[in-house]
T-cell receptor
């Protein structure tokens, strides 16, 4: 079946550091891939998405490229801010429009 | 655009009572809504998929008589936790899609339920 694996957290960085959160997936067919962000006490917000191989999703300085050959969709940001502290979820769109989520990666940015 | 609201944002109830949670799409019509449950520091677990005017489709292991879902209109779905018990305490999140072919889901802010 479809599955998503994220790097285990928590991840703690200093402000302005470079961020990478790894995400790999297993899927039949050609799913769309997503990154969602969850701020404390809130629901999920769509951060970015990519619908086909080699597509790059980007938003708020975050980027992720759909790599079919490595079945990956790693999230990157060149310079993180304290306000980026949140839990990040990688997800893929499986059958019947269902989303399959990774376990989430908690990110803390220290000033 | 694509805003989803939930009400209430948090609720505390006594064991044995029923609790209703509303999920509304504010600026679009949602053909499909989803209900998730999230335990502390864990990922989201899909409970059921709800299509307007039809019965919800529940995931394996989710009791449909325990978690009643109604999707009476294109902008409103409700989840009722019947005869709630402490183990039902959790963070419940809904999401909505604005078109059958659209894969993106827009999430509500969640409802935190505490059963005493």
């Amino acid at each position: 079946g479809n599955s998503v694996t994220q790097m285990e957290g928590p991840v703690t960085l200093s402000e302005e550091a470079f961020l990478t959160i790894n995400c790999t997936y297993t899927a039949t067919g050609y799913p769309s891939l997503f990154w969602y962000v969850q701020y404390p006490g809130e629901g999920l917000q769509l951060l970015l998405k990519a619908t086909k191989a080699d597509d790059k999703g980007s938003n708020k300085g975050f980027e992720a490229t759909y790599r079919k050959e490595t079945t990956s969709f790693h999230l990157e940001k060149g310079s993180v801010q304290v306000s980026d502290s949140a839990v990040y979820f990688c997800a893929l769109s499986g059958g019947a429009q269902k989303l399959v989520f990774g376990q989430g990666t908690r990110l803390t940015i220290n000033p | 655009g694509a805003v989803v609201s939930q009400h209430p944002s948090w609720v505390i109830c006594k064991s044995g009572t029923s609790v209703k949670i509303e999920c509304r799409s504010l600026d679009f019509q949602a053909t499909t809504m989803f209900w998730y449950r999230q335990f502390p520091k864990q990922s989201l677990m899909l409970m059921a998929t709800s299509n307007e005017g039809s019965k919800a489709t529940y995931e394996q292991g989710v009791e449909k008589d325990k978690f009643l879902i109604n999707h009476a209109s294109l902008t409103l779905s409700t989840l009722t936790v019947t005869s709630a018990h402490p183990e039902d305490s959790s963070f419940y999140i809904c999401s909505a899609q604005d078109a059958p072919e659209e894969e993106t889901q827009y999430f509500g802010p969640g409802t935190r339920l505490l059963v005493l």
